[in-house]
């Protein structure tokens, strides 16, 4: 049986709205033997406030089967002064890590939300207090550098374009810790004590999930929900193994191709 992936936002559910069918495909690919992790990019959300939220629409998982990039941000980071912009339900997840207004060996850019706390967030004072830590010796790190995501009100603005205008303004490079970066997926697969080459994401993601995972020779496939859209898929020099409508029709694709 194989070890899965499965990204949370946009495969199992989107603005917290589930996809239909995928507490019942969940339940199926566990009967079938499957090992699974939820691995997510989402910053809005705790791990334990995102596990909470699965089991709420009826998939049955563990806290400690989420994997989310705050996770690889306290490894990485311990031991350093950091300035955090992330979302306040965030926070909880950095502990361990010494949080600061001034003085930071590492700026922390976490994702946006659609609630108006991504205004204070992201507030100008926020991002040019940022500037003048990078433009002081700091490092810079973001959670994910996503340009959008898809909620039931459409794409919306992801914290990406404030990665990229810091970068642009401090002349310098962030660190990516979340997907799609090969030690997260690594992270997930060492986990689930899988081989890349035997482990399969699933996502909606062509970028962040689905050349991600490639990368470090896993299989992708792709759902048809969340924030696929047809016409960059065939454009796109990154090719899925598979594309599936949704979750929900997942489990009879493995069985087919495995």
Known sequence: MAAILLDVDGVL???GEPIPGAADAIRRLRENGH????VTNTTIRSRSQL???LRSQSIELEDDEVQTAASAAVGLLRGKRV?????????????GLELVGEGADAVL???????PETNLVFSYMNLARAFA??????ELYCLHRNRWWQTKRGPLLDSGAFVAGLEYAAQTE??????PTAAY???????????????????DDLESDIAGAQGIGMRGVLVRTGKLRPDPVERSSVKPDGIVSSISHLPEWLEEHL
């Open 174 to 179: 962030a660190t990516v810790l979340g997907k």
């Open 109 to 115: 850019i976490g994702g946006a939300d659609e609630t």
């Open 83 to 95: 300035l955090a912009l992330v979302m306040h339900a965030l926070v909880h997840d950095l502990e």
């Open 35 to 38: 090992r699974l992790r939820f």
């Open 133 to 138: 830590e990078l433009e002081l010796g700091a």
């Open 185 to 203: 997926f690594e992270a997930a697969c060492v986990a689930l004590d899988a081989d890349p080459q035997m482990a399969w994401m699933i996502g």
């Open 51 to 53: 596990a909470e939220l």
């Open 13 to 15: 559910h989107v603005s």
